[in-house]
């Protein structure tokens, strides 16, 4: 009867937690990727991300790109929550494959947005500093999309980023780039479709 009891009682604490913390509007900052190299693979948020935000659970896949140099790709992202609305989307700057090897994420793959889930939801993107490329159609028709930064280290560098043919194709809302000097070259066609945005 004890142990029952006992068992009650934390989960009626454990759900008191969580109405008091969705009552604030926290957001869980907890990243796991379920990529390369089995579930175990973890994500931290970018701790340079700008403006304070929050970011909601999510899970990426990334590739290895370079086993020496120690860098990945994130490949594709979506949530486990169909009804979560989304504010904030931070790439991270590292990703840890399951025997503990962190990697530099220096790419953004092919349609990594490609999740109906997300199309409507994601509002501001935050873009780490070591993104070196945006592949072709990478955050394609994301129609809430407003804002991405282009994040920057604790030195205030960047490095140089490449961003393909519609990359951000059809992002209706998306205003403009918060660049924080970083040189970012865009193909003719990254912002195919953007009405709104204004270099």
Same mark, same amino acid.
């Given at each position: 009867?004890?142990?029952?009891?006992?068992?009650?009682?934390?989960?009626?604490?454990?759900?008191?937690?969580?109405?008091?913390?969705?009552?604030?509007?926290?957001?869980?900052?907890?990243?796991?990727?379920?990529?390369?190299?089995?579930?175990?693979?973890?994500?931290?948020?970018?701790?340079?991300?700008?403006?304070?935000?929050? *970011?909601?659970?999510?899970?990426?896949?990334?590739?290895?790109?370079?086993?020496?140099?120690?860098?990945?790709?994130?490949?594709?992202?979506?949530?486990?929550?169909?009804?979560?609305?989304?504010?904030?989307?931070?790439?991270?700057?590292?990703?840890?494959?399951?025997?503990?090897?962190?990697?530099?994420?220096?790419?953004?793959?092919?349609?990594?947005?490609?999740?109906?889930?997300?199309?409507?939801?994601?509002?501001?993107?935050?873009?780490?500093?070591?993104?070196?490329?945006?592949?072709?159609?990478?955050? *394609?028709?994301?129609?809430?999309?407003?804002?991405? %930064?282009?994040? %920057?280290?604790?030195?205030?560098?960047?490095?140089?980023?490449?961003?393909?043919?519609?990359?951000?194709?059809?992002?209706?809302?998306?205003?403009?780039?918060?660049?924080?000097?970083?040189?970012?070259?865009?193909?003719?066609?990254?912002?195919?479709?953007?009405?709104?945005?204004?270099?």
């Amino acid at each position: 009867m004890t142990r029952r009891f006992r068992a009650i009682a934390i989960l009626i604490c454990v759900v008191l937690v969580a109405l008091f913390v969705s009552s604030i509007g926290i957001t869980a900052a907890i990243w796991t990727s379920s990529g390369t190299g089995g579930d175990n693979n973890t994500v931290s948020p970018a701790a340079d991300s700008p403006e304070d935000w929050n *970011a909601w659970a999510k899970y990426f896949d990334f590739q290895i790109l370079d086993e020496d140099a120690l860098t990945a790709a994130v490949t594709s992202f979506h949530t486990d929550d169909y009804t979560l609305n989304l504010e904030t989307v931070v790439i991270p700057s590292f990703v840890t494959a399951a025997d503990g090897r962190a990697f530099k994420v220096v790419e953004l793959g092919n349609q990594v947005f490609a999740d109906v889930t997300l199309k409507e939801l994601a509002v501001n993107v935050y873009i780490s500093p070591y993104i070196a490329c945006v592949r072709y159609g990478a955050f *394609a028709n994301m129609a809430n999309l407003e804002k991405v %930064v282009f994040g %920057v280290d604790t030195n205030g560098a960047g490095v140089d980023c490449r961003l393909e043919d519609y990359a951000f194709m059809t992002c209706g809302n998306l205003k403009g780039f918060v660049l924080n000097g970083r040189n970012v070259d865009m193909s003719p066609n990254a912002v195919y479709g953007c009405e709104s945005f204004q270099a």
